[in-house]
């Protein structure tokens, strides 16, 4: 599986380049954890793997679309058993930092490459986006990241031991003798 950073790479992990992430991308890194610490919640209640948020790029109000993957691969809808449902504020405020990062996403792609449909995706510990299959909604999504064929970009780094990192890891073959 092949990872890119949004964020630069500290100075002290480029052996001493001066390179420093820009005030922008320490931002977004922060947003990204909120996000993640918000869909902690309703990954639990929902008994899901990942939790992805899109949005239509021609759509200007920017009304988000969030969904779960399951651990059978399937995508499901939120379910919140009422207007009290405590998981609401959760969803709210992910959603608010989704969107953050989702205008920060379609800022940044060209005008004339900008795909129709663009979304963020957390396990709960790390909020990654892939720019070469960009909607999570895709039937095919979560397959071709499994495959490898699709690398993803970090706002947040994932966990080794995460849902995400498990998902996409090498499988071990055991063999009994």
């Not at 205008?103 to 892939?130: C, H, K, L, Q």
Request: hydrophobic fraction near 40%; charge should be positive.
């Amino acid at each position: 599986m092949t990872y890119r950073r949004l964020l630069p790479i500290e100075d002290s992990e480029r052996g001493g380049t001066g390179y420093r992430p820009s005030a922008l991308d320490v931002a977004l890194a922060d947003v990204a954890a909120v996000v993640a610490f918000h869909a902690r919640p309703l990954l639990r209640a929902n008994r899901a793997i990942l939790l992805n948020t899109t949005t239509s790029t021609e759509d200007h109000a920017r009304r988000l679309t969030t969904r779960f993957w399951m651990i059978d691969g399937t995508l499901a809808q939120a379910h919140l058993a009422d207007r009290r449902d405590p998981l609401r504020r959760s969803l709210a405020a992910m959603q608010t930092g989704a969107k953050v990062l989702l205008g920060e996403m379609i800022r940044r792609w060209p005008a004339y490459a900008v795909p129709p449909i663009v979304g963020i995706f957390t396990d709960g510990g790390g909020v990654a986006f892939s720019s070469e299959h960009p909607s999570p909604l895709s039937p095919d999504w979560l397959t071709r990241h499994q495959s490898g064929t699709c690398p993803t970009t970090t706002f947040l780094p994932f966990a080794p031991d995460g849902a995400w990192s498990r998902l996409i890891g090498p499988v071990a073959n055991n063999f009994v003798h």
